[in-house]
């Protein structure tokens, strides 16, 4: 059974940091492409930052040089440093594995961890 479980959402400061975490099992990390999504009340679920197996990264123009993406494949994480955070980063953050195969696409989400900015 696969699962992507995040932590590390909750109530921020604008300016502030947070530290997601998304923890998977039940399959080959290192193999997966991990990226990060957000969904903002009312809004359309975006990317955030992608990271590919061999450690490429790539970001939305919204956040880049405030947020940064990593894996470590040992613990079968994907993190997301959030800095400077902004009232426009208020979303539900959700971690997405996907991997592209001979039996095709294979695509896991996790649940999601709400990330608030509020003064």
């Known amino acids: 059974q696969v699962q992507l479980a995040e932590s590390g959402g909750g109530l921020v400061q604008p300016g502030g940091s947070l530290r997601l975490s998304c923890a998977a099992s039940?399959?080959?990390?290192?193999?997966?492409?991990m990226g990060w999504y957000r969904q903002a009340p009312g809004k359309q679920r975006e990317l955030v930052a992608f990271?590919?197996?061999?450690?490429?990264?790539n970001y939305a123009d919204s956040v880049k040089g405030r947020f940064t993406i990593s894996r470590d494949n040992a613990k079968n994480t994907v993190y997301l440093q959030m800095n400077s955070l902004k009232f426009e980063d208020t979303a539900v953050y959700s971690c997405?594995?996907?991997?592209?195969?001979?039996?095709?696409?294979?695509?896991?989400w996790g649940q999601g961890t709400q990330v608030t900015v509020s003064s």
């Open positions: 997405n594995a996907e991997y592209y195969g001979l039996g095709g696409k294979k695509d896991y």
């Open positions: 039940g399959i080959i990390f290192s193999i997966y492409d």
């Open positions: 990271i590919t197996s061999g450690g490429s990264t």
